[in-house]
């Protein structure tokens, strides 16, 4: 296969087995008369790769461990007895191996002569024909002919599972490799598979003998991808034929950044296959990378620029310059009538950095104003501003493989397994390994269970007491002298450190006293801050259930404290590490998305960034941040904003207080929606401008860890444009110019204005890779691990954090406490994955909540629940769960008529405005119809979809 843009396809090939772990010492040997200098610990069959022989193998992979089992891999080594095999033989010094002797030969045809024994002989037809390891290996072994017929017992017969949608299990073509079970179990990590039965009885099962979808398995493709036959094929592939040639790019889901081939016939994806030189992902993916790419051809995609007077219009399809004139003469009769700042722009997390960047230089050059915001401020944007008080920046510390180093792992307020899961495999490979966690979550999540991952220790937290549960932490690591005082003294502000020792030190912060609080015991508490204050590594891991608090810039300055106190940053295996939701959350930060920061975090207020970019841009730019989303809702309401463009964000679905927004979207004149569907916002929207998706458009992403991945246009756009060319057009008819003929131009612009991404060019991220920021002359490369040496603001910082208690408390009204998450197959607002086959996992929205409270309601499992707070109401399916502490419910947002963030409240953290979802006073009780918020929404959706003229797309009905 042809692969377009592979720069680092030597070390996409498959070398056999697993590098071993480094000792420093070389052995020297020899293979087939080469002279062969390797690491101490390699393979036989690893060190005959490196040297450009091949064996031939069918159970060995370099992502597994050596197993051994097919025997096609023996060779002869001199001075040895039998013909082992390569896989677990490892080399030594002064070793003689021969790779092609007649008897190495003869044996490995009457193993390969035995496999086909019992395999179907329909290579002509079968889907995995010219992309079989089978079926190379008969031929690298020279087999040509089988003396054994299909007479007797044999598995020919044996029947498929089909019950997965991406992919199907073809027992007859099994030849008990295990290398689907071992994958599993070493790769995911959920250890879905097994080998059932003894010797000719041996089949791959998935549970106790369950089809896949009714099975553990969280279809992540690893055994898709490590089967050496047509067993385990995916069903793209069965239906259109084997791919042609492949490019590589990266995922636009999750936080995690992974890097994929999409392997194309033409201008369509036919598989999404984990590349595995991707420096996130090493080759791994899950369910919605991996299968959930449908989306980006579905037919509810828009493809043509629309306008209308009014949101009770149909809309008119138009010509992009129609609708681009259209949209600039309605935001300059705004700017006319109320002022500059009567209108704004929303960047996208989804959408790449150069496009987030376009968006603020649109913003702050053809409005005028600051008035440019992005979804992390209503997810991420507590660990901005927390991060950069403390460390000095605003990012993590640390690379995802950082954590193969730790000893104590603190995961708090995150679900890895769901959100983040191709991370989460990574760690809980290490758990395997023998690191110790621990978990403070109102709710009991899947990390906590890992096979063979030992005991984790819960703190299960009342929701809205984070502040207080972190400052326990604290106050018992600093009064038991678990502190790093050497760290402290010679890396961290003394006076500031002080002030912070005597505060934690109070009483009132003590683990018995903050327990009535909290709700944790006090002796959890006190076994946490010692597992975590005594490790030789501690790493902290956070995620939404920190940030999305009343307190949650608060919390990110106590966890940064806690790190700081225990010396845990500068070093691999430790740090604070945030858990970006979306896959360019990182990077729409970076780009200066927020009202009061130029890209790289320079405040619009700094006369010397500010004079640069007024210099480069030809415009003079206000010292004084403009609108947050918050500000702009209000504004609207108020009357004082008019006019707002939004790309690639729904923020009628995915912001709190829904009516509140819906009320804000309906006063504006012009609202311009840049998306690849109909969505909730776009619903209240004047123009439409059919975006692309990350298969259509070329930039970078970055990700969680600050690694800067290349995205590569896989096929043209649906609708001829890509998003940064959208917005290029939208400022030219506003008579701001600009002119980019590609998204390398635009990476180079900013680079010479942001100091952190100076040295960042494509030709680099071709050949490096990736690279995580700061990429200037200090670190030409990228820093992996920052603060190791220093902190950017010379020390560190230590920072009082007083708990100020929730204003959204439970009471005799709303005696429960609601708080959101989720789930493995869906994504954010599901506008992406409701589109793909993961609805077959989750096809709507549920309330979870603990039997005591179901029982105390009288509600049963499946039961319609009426969910009440002081915002609004919603009606949900009921889950009972013990996964939920009594007195907490949960429930995910992926589906727009769940409401659930007509629920959430407009409560906000008092730093950034982050709303906070994670705390909302609800009620819940047994109904029979829908909500009139439901009945409404509707209504809407149905009039909308009619004025597209378009098919109503099918949702979950509340009955």
């Known amino acids: 296969m042809l692969h377009i843009f592979d720069p680092n396809t030597r070390t996409d090939r498959d070398l056999g087995t697993p590098p071993p772990a480094l000792t420093g010492n070389t052995v020297s040997l020899s293979i087939d008369g080469h002279a062969i200098d390797v690491p101490e610990g390699t393979s036989v069959l690893r060190a005959a790769a490196l040297a450009g022989i091949q064996i031939p193998k069918l159970c060995a992979s370099d992502n597994l461990d050596a197993f051994g089992s097919c025997r096609l891999c023996a060779v002869e080594i001199e001075g040895r007895r039998g013909m082992p095999a390569s896989c677990t033989t490892p080399v030594a010094e002064g070793m003689n191996v021969h790779t092609q002797t007649d008897r190495v030969a003869k044996l490995r045809r009457n193993v390969m002569e035995l496999y086909i024994s019992d395999h179907p002989l329909d290579c002509l037809t079968c889907p995995a024909n010219g992309d079989c390891e089978l079926q190379d290996m008969a031929g690298a072994v020279g087999l040509r002919e089988v003396r054994y017929g299909y007479e007797g ?13 991406y992919f199907t299990f073809d027992a007859s073509k099994c030849i008990v490799c295990s290398r689907c079970v071992r994958a599993c179990e070493e790769v995911q990590g959920t250890f879905a598979l097994t080998i059932d039965g003894r010797g000719f009885d041996s089949k791959v099962s998935a549970g106790q003998n369950d089809d896949f979808m009714d099975s553990e398995c969280v279809s992540c493709g690893a055994c898709v991808q490590a089967c050496p036959t047509a067993t385990l094929m995916e069903n793209s592939v069965i239906d259109q034929g084997q791919p042609e040639h492949s490019v590589v790019t990266t995922c636009a889901y999750c936080g995690v950044g992974c890097s994929f081939k999409a392997e194309m016939k033409g201008n369509e994806v036919i598989r999404m296959v984990p590349f ?3 420096h996130a992902n090493h080759g791994h993916s899950c369910v919605k990378g991996r299968f959930a790419f449908g989306y980006a051809t579905h037919p509810d995609r828009l493809t043509k620029p629309m306008i209308r007077d009014s949101i009770d219009d149909a809309w008119q399809e138009v010509s992009w310059d129609e609708a681009m004139q259209f949209a600039a003469d309605r935001i300059k009769a705004i700017q006319a009538k109320y002022g500059r700042d009567s209108v704004g722009g929303i960047t996208s997390s989804r959408c790449t950095n150069e496009e987030a960047y376009l968006v603020q230089k649109l913003v702050r050059t053809a409005f005028g104003n600051n008035n440019t915001d992005t979804c992390a401020r209503v997810c991420h944007s507590p660990t901005g501003y927390g991060l950069k008080q403390t460390l000095g920046e605003s990012a993590g510390t640390q690379t995802f493989d950082s954590v193969m180093q730790s000893d104590v792992i603190v995961v708090i307020g ?8 191709v991370f989460a495999s990574q760690l809980r490979r290490r758990l395997r390994q023998g690191a110790k966690l621990i978990v403070a979550d109102p709710r009991h999540i899947d990390l906590m269970t890992t096979p063979h991952g030992g005991e984790a220790l819960h703190l299960p937290l009342r929701p809205g007491t984070n502040v207080a549960l972190i400052n326990a932490l604290a106050h018992v690591v600093v009064s038991e002298g678990l502190e790093d005082r050497l760290f402290i003294a010679e890396r961290c502000d003394p006076a500031e450190y002080a002030a912070w020792n005597a505060f934690i030190r109070e009483e009132r912060h003590s683990p018995e006293a903050t327990e009535s609080i909290t709700g944790v015991p006090a002796e959890s508490v006190r076994a946490a801050a010692r597992l975590y204050g005594s490790a030789r590594n501690g790493a902290i891991y956070y995620g939404l259930g920190v940030t999305e608090h009343s307190q949650g810039s608060t919390m990110v300055m106590g966890i940064a404290n806690l790190a700081l106190a225990t010396g845990n940053i500068g070093r691999e295996g430790v740090g604070v590490n945030p858990l970006r939701g979306q896959n360019n959350v990182q990077g729409s930060c970076d780009m200066g998305s927020f009202p009061h920061e130029l890209p790289g975090y320079q405040h619009v207020a700094q006369d010397g960034p500010r004079k640069a970019f007024e210099d480069a841009w030809g415009v003079t730019i206000d010292n004084e941040p403009g609108l947050r989303i918050p500000n702009m809702f209000d504004a609207a309401i108020d009357g004082s904003f008019r006019g707002l463009y939004v790309q690639g964000e729904d923020i009628a679905q995915s912001d709190p207080n829904t009516q509140h927004v819906e009320k804000a979207l309906s006063s504006l004149e012009c609202l311009i929606v840049q998306d690849l569907f109909l969505n909730e916002t776009a619903k209240y929207a004047h123009v439409l401008l059919p975006g692309s998706s990350f298969l259509e458009k070329d930039g970078t992403f970055t990700n969680a860890e600050r690694r800067i991945n290349r995205v590569r246009k896989v096929m043209p756009p649906l609708a001829g444009k890509e998003d940064w060319q959208i917005t290029q057009d939208l400022a030219n008819a506003l008579g701001y110019a600009m002119h980019y003929d590609h998204p390398e131009q635009i990476m180079a612009e900013i680079a010479s204005l942001t ?24 670190y030409p490369n990228g820093m992996p691990i920052m603060h190791e040496q220093d902190f950017p603001i010379g020390k560190g910082r230590f920072v009082v954090t007083d708990y100020v208690a929730t204003t959204e408390r439970a009471n005799r009204k709303f005696p429960l406490l609601l708080t959101t998450g989720r789930i493995l197959s869906q994504y954010n607002v599901g506008a992406q994955t409701r589109r793909t086959s993961n609805q077959s996992w989750h096809d709507q929205d549920w309330l979870e909540l603990h039997p005591h409270d179901a029982e105390e309601r009288g509600i049963n499992e499946g039961d319609w629940v009426g969910l009440t707070s002081r915002a609004g109401d919603t009606v949900l399916q009921a889950k009972i769960s013990i996964r939920m502490q009594p007195g907490v419910v949960y429930t995910t947002f992926h589906h727009p008529v769940s409401g659930a963030n007509v629920i959430t409240t407009d409560n906000s953290d008092w730093a950034t405005n982050c709303p906070e979802y994670k705390v909302t006073a609800v009620q819940c009780e047994k109904v029979a119809q829908p909500s009139a918020w439901q009945e409404r929404h509707r209504a809407q959706h149905k009039k909308q979809w009619g004025l597209l003229k378009t098919p109503e797309p099918t949702e979950p009905v509340v009955k």
Request: hydrophobic letters at 25%; glycine letters at 6%.
């Open 153 to 165: 017992e044999n598995h020919l017969v044996a029947e498929k599972d089909t019950s997965n949608p």
């Open 276 to 278: 595995k030189d991707g």
């Open 414 to 421: 995150a679900n890895p397994t769901d959100a983040h899961p």
């Open 755 to 778: 100091p952190s991404f100076r040295g960042v060019t494509y030709q680099k991220l071709d050949e490096l890779g990736s690279i995580q920021w700061p990429c200037n002359d200090a």
